[in-house]
């Protein structure tokens, strides 16, 4: 084995490489994300609900709206042509819908998780189904949008036709939830007392230190592989800006989710009371395809696959992808599988 | 491979890492964030500032912001500041132990028939090393523990610093 004093000529072009690919970088200023077409068609306090696609065709399609999580933007599910989960499932013949939340300002702090996973979701299935002309509607949520759309579900199940859920986490006790230890003793009354809405780089600052060296050094240094790829640095930069761009949490949703998934795993207890009512997800009648991804550091798969226990379904499937909690949104592997499996797993439920 | 040697690919891989950084930080593109972030990074992610009275280096909590150079400090904001510290110090030792761990890993892992020949190579073979070695240490109670009292500690020490603030 060669000793590190003599690898001053791979060090040189490293070097030149580096110097290469962050200059394009920074020349490549702020670039933009969401690629697909949409609408707003309905604005209510605290959110937007926006339709993707045009054309008259789109109401003989069959619907879906997806529910995102507080937690990031949702353009990581159109981050650009060729990399958008929306795009292909309009490809795959769906007329999709999609919640983006606001972000809450100072006044809002006491914002609930009731507010989010009942009224506001409420809302907009309503709209979709007033859109559509249909008493019922295909729910896909995401991540904590998944756990929104359970909740809603079990409380609201006769608006609810077909569930997905993807890489969402329903049991947050599960041995290998890192992040569920993390928060298990934080004094959240402290925490949102101290800062009103919580924010969101404390929770972005939370993500990356779970994979510290992936995350802090090793994605940096592969910029030396995008040196001659000008496309595949706009993609870098798009998912740099995702990954940043964090926004805070109402305080009181914080607080009521932390404290009773996080903390008290309430949901699988059955415990968790929203709008006055108990969620019980034997409620949970209507088919459901679980999506989650089998490497996922954020949302292991034990936390998403233990819904299977819970719902009182007799159509229930599970999606596995063998990758990450990112990659199911925007790797090519993904794009290829996921999106259509969705697709057509609702279309054949209509 | 010889202690000495190890010492010889330990420099060079954190050589490589400065260098990295260094690129990073002159490049000052649009594009957040492209500032290397170091270990302990969510520490100072949480930290933009450094909180008045505290040693230098240690990271002040978020929201510190606008706060004067000079807060009128009390008991409590004395015995906020010393759990931070402690707290700081205690999550801190659990990464000098992480990369230790680290180092041990990638030295055996040289030693193999297959270890890479090339720096980058050996760069990848130590975040490899570093996320198992944290992965390990960072499901355990006692690092979860250190997280939490750490996020504790940093509110505490905002609510005081907060309380102290002269009144205008």
Known sequence: MKAPDNFGPELAVLTQRLTQSVGQLAQTGLPDIGVSQHETVLTGQGFRLLRYGSGANRADQCAVLIVYALVNRPWVLDLEAGRSTIARLIASGMDVFLIEWEDPLAQDQDRGFSDYACHMLDECVDTVSALRNESTVNLLGVCQGGTFSLCYTALYGHKVRNLVTMVTPVDFHTEDNVLSKWVRKVDLDKLVGCYGNVPGTFLNALFLAMQPFRLGSKKYLDLVDLADDPEGLRTFARMERWIADSPDQAGRTFREFVGGLFQRNALVAGELVLDGKVVDLGEIRCPVLNVYALADHLVPASASRALADHVASTDYSELRFAGGHIGIYVSRDAQEKVPPAVAAWLQKRP | ?168
């Open chain 2, 1 to 168: 491979m010889n202690p000495d040697a190890s010492a010889n690919w330990a420099s060079a891989i954190l050589g490589l890492h400065q260098l990295l950084s260094d690129h990073l930080e002159k490049a000052q593109p649009a594009v957040p964030p492209v500032r290397l972030p170091e270990p302990t990074d969510w520490l100072q992610t949480m930290a933009r500032v450094t909180a008045p009275g505290l040693a230098p280096g240690l990271a002040a909590p978020l929201g510190l912001e606008g706060l004067p150079a000079h807060v009128e400090r009390d008991a409590l904001w004395e015995s906020a500041a010393q759990r931070y510290r402690a707290a700081a110090s205690a999550l801190h030792a659990a990464w000098l132990e992480i990369g230790s761990d680290t180092f041990d890993a990638l030295r055996q892992a040289l030693g193999g028939k297959s270890a890479p020949q090339d720096l980058r190579g050996i760069y990848d073979l130590w975040v490899a090393c570093g996320e198992s070695a944290f992965a390990r240490q960072g499901a355990t109670e006692r690092y979860a523990d250190l997280v939490s009292e750490l996020i504790n500690a940093q509110v505490s020490l905002l609510l005081a610093s907060k309380r102290c603030q002269p009144k205008t």
